[in-house]
C-alpha cells in the first residue's frame, strides 16, 4: 500500500478549496508538537512528506496526499498551540468542523495523543465534536518510546475508560513510536483494513 506512489495533492486554508472526494480518506489529528508528521513519515516510508515543523501551530491548512490509487492521506492542522491567538483558535474549529461534516469519503480520524501526557481538556473537546459528527475515530498514543512498560498499560487503560462511552470512537488504542517505529505495522494494516472495506 505504501510502497507506491505518495503526492501531495493540495493544501486546503478553507472550506471552499478542498479537493474532490475520491476514494477512501483517513485524516490525521492532534496537538501540535504531538509527533503528527513524524508518525505520517514513518507510516508511508518517507521522510518529506509531512514536514516536521519547529514552530507549532504554524501550519493552519488541511493537507491532503495520494497515496496509490484509492487512498489519501488528510494532515489535519495540529491544535492547541497556546501562543496562537483566539482568532486563529476559531478558524481552525471552522475549518476542521466544515470539513469534517462534509466529507462522506473520511473513513476514520487517527487522534494522536502524547502517551507521555494522556487526554487534553482540548483532546476532549475534539472528541465531543467527531462524537457529534458521527466521524469514526481511532486512539494513537505517540512516543511510546518514551514510557515504560507499566506506563503505557495506565495510560492505555485509562483512556480506554475514558472513550468507553464515545459513540464514534473505535475501541482499539494503538500505540507508536517514529523513534523506534513500534505500532507503525499495526497503523498500516489499520489503514489496509480500512481501505477493504
Ligand atoms: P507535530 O508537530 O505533531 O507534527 O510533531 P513532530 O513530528 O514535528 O514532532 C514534535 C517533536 O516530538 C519533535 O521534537 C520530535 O523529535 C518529537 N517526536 C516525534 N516523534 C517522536 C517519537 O516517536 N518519540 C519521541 N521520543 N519523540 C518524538
Request: charged fraction near 25%; include cysteine.
Amino acid at each position: 500500500l505504501f510502497a507506491g506512489s505518495a503526492d501531495f495533492i493540495a493544501a486546503a486554508p478553507s472550506i471552499g478549496v478542498l479537493p474532490p472526494m475520491d476514494g477512501v480518506e483517513i485524516a490525521f489529528a492532534g496537538r501540535s508538537n504531538v509527533g503528527k508528521s513524524s508518525l505520517v513519515n514513518a507510516l508511508t516510508g518517507r521522510n518529506t512528506l509531512a514536514r516536521t515543523s519547529h514552530t507549532p501551530g504554524r501550519t493552519q491548512q488541511l493537507n491532503f496526499f495520494k497515496i496509490g490509487e484509492r487512498l489519501t492521506l488528510v494532515d489535519m492542522p495540529g491544535y492547541g498551540y497556546a501562543a496562537v491567538e483566539k482568532a486563529k483558535v476559531a478558524a481552525w474549529t471552522d475549518l476542521i468542523h466544515a470539513y469534517l461534516k462534509g466529507r462522506a469519503n473520511l473513513a476514520r480520524v487517527f487522534m494522536l495523543i502524547d502517551s507521555r501526557h494522556g487526554l487534553k481538556e482540548i483532546d476532549t473537546d475534539v472528541l465531543d465534536g467527531l462524537d457529534k459528527a458521527a466521524v469514526s475515530y481511532q486512539i494513537v498514543l505517540t512516543k511510546g518510546d518514551a514510557l515504560k512498560k507499566h506506563e503505557i498499560d495506565a495510560r492505555i487503560a485509562g483512556i480506554q475508560a475514558a472513550i468507553a462511552r464515545r459513540p464514534a470512537a473505535f475501541p482499539e488504542i494503538l500505540l507508536t513510536s517514529s523513534r523506534d517505529d513500534r505500532g507503525v505495522t499495526e497503523l498500516r494494516a489499520c489503514v489496509a483494513r480500512l481501505l477493504s472495506e
